[in-house]
C-alpha cells in the first residue's frame, strides 16, 4: 500500500504537507467542494468528512474514557492483555526507551490500553492526550490510525497532516486491527506512532505482521485451554465480571461537589452540600479510614466535634442510601467500602502519565474553593503544587501559556518568566507576557 501523502506525484513531501494543510483548512472552513482537496488521499478526504459529520473538533483533546482503576480492571479481562509481551518483542525490541517511537494497544472502540515506547516521545504525545485510557476512535478525535484502522477494518498509515486534529499533526502513525482468530470479530488495534520513520512500507509491514501474529497466538492459546479441559474433564473457567459500579466525586472549581454513580448500566447524578462534599472527599482521600476524631479535625478543625461529626455522618448516610447505597461509609474507622474516584485525583493521574494539556484540560478550578475545613484546604495545595510543578518541568509553552491564564497561573511571575524564556524572539506573544511581568513586579 502506498505511504506518499497525497495523491499529486509530482510535488516534494514538504509541498505535499502545505497542500494537505490547505485543503485541510478548505474542509474546515465549510468549502468541502473545493479543488484543493483533489490533492488529499481518498482514504483520508472520507476520513476528514466522517470526522466532521461526527462533529470533531479539530483542536480538541480526546476524552478520557478509562481512569485507572477502570483501566487496570479492563485490562486484567482483555484478551489482548495476553499478548502484550509478543507486541513489545515484535515492535519494541532492546532499548524501549530510546526506540523513537511509541507503540499502543488499544480495544475495539479505540480507547488506549497500554502505550509504551520512547520516554521522550512519549512525553510529547501525551501532551495530546496520546495516553492509556484516552479514546482514539474516529467519532471521538477525527482521523487517526487507530480509530481509521478500526473504521475500516485494516491497517492504514495516517501522515502529520493528514490527521484531522491538528494538535496530533507533528506525528505520524501506522495501526492494524487484530481480529479474534475464530469469529474474525475486531478484538481491537495496534499502533506504532512516531516521525517519519513510523510511516515506511516496513513499519506497515511489521505491524500487519504482528497483527497476524498476535491472531496466531490467541487460537494457539485457545485451542491449549480446550485440549487441556478435554483431557481433565473439567469445564472451561468462565471469566471473572468487572464490578460495574463507578463513582467519582466532582470537587475541581466547585463548592457544591456533584456525584456520579455508575451501576448496571444507570447513572446517577446528584449536588452534595459543602459539609458533605468535605466529609466525602476527605474519606476519598484518606481509603485506608479515619477515627472519628481525625475525621472532626480534618473537617471541623478540632478532634472534640464528635457529637456534630455524628450528626453530619447520620445525614450523610441518608443522602447517600437514596442516591448511592454503596457508598453509604461504615464506622469504626469511618471509610468507603468500594472504591470513590474524584476529578482531582484524575487530574493528579493525568500528570503521572505526562497528559499534561489533558490535565490543565480538567483543572476547573480549585478543589472545593470556598471551602475552610483544614483537610480539604491541604488537599487543595497539594493538587495545585502538583499541578504547578509539573507544568514547570515539563510541559510545552503552549501548555503553560495556557495555564497562565488561568486563575491559579495568572499571577505566577516564575511561570510567566520561563513562558518567555521559551519563546521565539520575534514571538508577538513576548510583549502581553512582558508587560504582566512588570505590572506583577511593580
Given at each position: 500500500?502506498?505511504s506518499?501523502?497525497?495523491?499529486?506525484?509530482?510535488?516534494?513531501?514538504?509541498?505535499?504537507r502545505?497542500?494537505?494543510?490547505?485543503?485541510?483548512?478548505?474542509?474546515?472552513?465549510?468549502?468541502?467542494?473545493?479543488?484543493?482537496l483533489?490533492?488529499?488521499?481518498?482514504?483520508?478526504?472520507?476520513s476528514w468528512?466522517?470526522?466532521?459529520?461526527?462533529?470533531?473538533?479539530?483542536?480538541?483533546l480526546?476524552?478520557?474514557?478509562?481512569?485507572?482503576?477502570a483501566?487496570?480492571?479492563?485490562?486484567?479481562?482483555?484478551?489482548?492483555?495476553?499478548?502484550?509481551?509478543?507486541?513489545r518483542?515484535?515492535?519494541?525490541?532492546?532499548?524501549?526507551?530510546?526506540s523513537?517511537?511509541?507503540v499502543?494497544?488499544?480495544?475495539?472502540?479505540?480507547?488506549?490500553?497500554?502505550?509504551?515506547?520512547?520516554?521522550?516521545?512519549?512525553?510529547?504525545?501525551?501532551?495530546?492526550?496520546?495516553?492509556?485510557?484516552?479514546?482514539?476512535?474516529?467519532?471521538?478525535?477525527?482521523?487517526?490510525?487507530?480509530?481509521?484502522?478500526?473504521?475500516?477494518?485494516?491497517?492504514?498509515q495516517?501522515?502529520?497532516?493528514?490527521?484531522?486534529?491538528?494538535l496530533?499533526?507533528?506525528?505520524?502513525?501506522t495501526?492494524?486491527?487484530?481480529?479474534?482468530?475464530?469469529?474474525?470479530?475486531v478484538?481491537?488495534?495496534?499502533?506504532?506512532?512516531g516521525?517519519?520513520?513510523?510511516?515506511?512500507?516496513?513499519?506497515q509491514?511489521?505491524?500487519?505482521a504482528?497483527?497476524?501474529?498476535?491472531e496466531?497466538?490467541?487460537?494457539?492459546?485457545?485451542l491449549?485451554?480446550?485440549?487441556?479441559?478435554?483431557?481433565?474433564?473439567?469445564?472451561?473457567?468462565?471469566?471473572?465480571?468487572?464490578?460495574?459500579?463507578?463513582?467519582?466525586?466532582?470537587?475541581?472549581?466547585?463548592?457544591?461537589?456533584?456525584?456520579?454513580?455508575?451501576?448496571?448500566?444507570?447513572?446517577?447524578?446528584?449536588?452534595?452540600g459543602?459539609?458533605?462534599?468535605?466529609?466525602?472527599?476527605?474519606?476519598?482521600?484518606?481509603?485506608?479510614?479515619?477515627?472519628?476524631?481525625?475525621?472532626?479535625?480534618?473537617?471541623?478543625g478540632e478532634?472534640?466535634?464528635?457529637?456534630?461529626?455524628?450528626?453530619?455522618?447520620?445525614?450523610?448516610?441518608?443522602?447517600?442510601?437514596?442516591?448511592?447505597?454503596a457508598?453509604?461509609?461504615?464506622s469504626?474507622?469511618?471509610?468507603?467500602?468500594?472504591?470513590?474516584?474524584?476529578?482531582?485525583?484524575?487530574l493528579?493521574?493525568?500528570?503521572?502519565?505526562?497528559?499534561h494539556r489533558?490535565?490543565?484540560?480538567?483543572?476547573?478550578?480549585?478543589v472545593?474553593?470556598?471551602?475552610?475545613a483544614?483537610?480539604?484546604?491541604?488537599?487543595?495545595?497539594?493538587?495545585?503544587?502538583?499541578?504547578?510543578?509539573?507544568?514547570?518541568a515539563?510541559?510545552?509553552?503552549?501548555?503553560?501559556?495556557?495555564?497562565?491564564d488561568t486563575d491559579?497561573?495568572?499571577?505566577?511571575?516564575?511561570?510567566?518568566?520561563?513562558?518567555?524564556?521559551?519563546?521565539?524572539?520575534?514571538?508577538p506573544r513576548?510583549?502581553?507576557?512582558?508587560?504582566r511581568?512588570?505590572?506583577?513586579?511593580?
Open positions: 500500500m502506498t506518499s501523502w497525497s495523491q499529486r506525484r509530482d510535488v516534494s513531501p514538504e509541498n505535499a502545505l497542500l494537505i494543510e490547505r485543503a485541510h483548512d478548505e474542509l474546515l472552513a465549510g468549502n468541502a467542494a473545493d479543488e484543493r483533489g490533492d488529499v488521499r481518498a482514504l483520508v478526504r472520507d468528512r466522517r470526522s466532521l459529520a461526527s462533529l470533531v473538533g479539530a483542536d480538541a480526546p476524552p478520557l474514557d478509562l481512569d485507572l482503576e483501566l487496570a480492571a479492563y485490562r486484567r479481562e482483555h484478551p489482548l492483555a495476553v499478548a502484550i509481551d509478543m507486541v518483542g515484535l515492535l519494541l525490541p532492546g532499548g524501549a526507551d530510546e523513537g517511537v511509541v499502543a494497544v488499544g480495544d475495539a472502540s479505540g480507547r488506549l490500553l497500554w502505550v509504551e515506547g520512547d520516554r521522550t516521545v512519549r512525553t510529547l504525545t501525551g501532551d495530546v492526550g496520546f495516553i492509556e485510557g484516552t479514546n482514539w476512535s474516529e467519532t471521538a478525535v477525527g482521523t487517526s490510525a487507530p480509530g481509521t484502522a478500526l473504521t475500516l477494518d485494516h491497517s492504514v495516517i501522515h502529520g497532516a493528514e490527521h484531522f486534529n491538528r496530533v499533526q507533528p506525528w505520524s502513525c495501526a492494524a486491527p487484530v481480529h479474534d482468530p475464530e469469529t474474525r470479530r478484538l481491537g488495534v495496534i499502533d506504532v506512532t516521525g517519519v520513520e513510523a510511516v515506511t512500507p516496513q513499519a509491514l511489521l505491524v500487519d504482528t497483527a497476524r501474529a498476535i496466531g497466538e490467541l487460537l494457539v492459546a485457545r491449549r485451554e480446550r485440549a487441556q479441559a478435554a483431557s481433565s474433564g473439567l469445564p472451561r473457567r468462565p471469566q471473572r465480571r468487572v464490578e460495574a459500579t463507578h463513582a467519582t466525586l466532582r470537587v475541581l472549581g466547585r463548592n457544591k461537589a456533584v456525584l456520579e454513580v455508575i451501576g448496571d448500566g444507570i447513572e446517577t447524578v446528584s449536588e452534595l459543602p459539609r458533605h462534599a468535605e466529609l466525602l472527599l476527605m474519606l476519598a482521600v484518606h481509603r485506608q479510614g479515619l477515627s472519628a476524631e481525625r475525621l472532626g479535625e480534618l473537617v471541623y478532634p472534640d466535634a464528635s457529637v456534630t461529626l455524628r450528626a453530619e455522618m447520620v445525614r450523610l448516610r441518608k443522602v447517600l442510601e437514596r442516591t448511592a447505597p457508598l453509604v461509609p461504615q469504626r474507622p469511618y471509610r468507603l467500602g468500594v472504591q470513590l474516584d474524584t476529578d482531582a485525583h484524575q493528579l493521574s493525568l500528570l503521572g502519565r505526562g497528559a489533558v490535565a490543565l484540560a480538567a483543572y476547573r478550578g480549585d472545593l474553593p470556598d471551602s475552610v483544614p483537610g480539604v484546604e491541604e488537599f487543595r495545595d497539594t493538587v495545585r503544587t502538583a499541578l504547578r510543578e509539573a507544568l514547570l515539563e510541559a510545552s509553552v503552549d501548555v503553560l501559556l495556557a495555564y497562565a491559579a497561573g495568572a499571577d505566577d511571575v516564575e511561570v510567566l518568566r520561563l513562558c518567555l524564556s521559551m519563546l521565539p524572539a520575534r514571538s513576548r510583549a502581553g507576557l512582558v508587560a511581568i512588570e505590572k506583577l513586579e511593580a
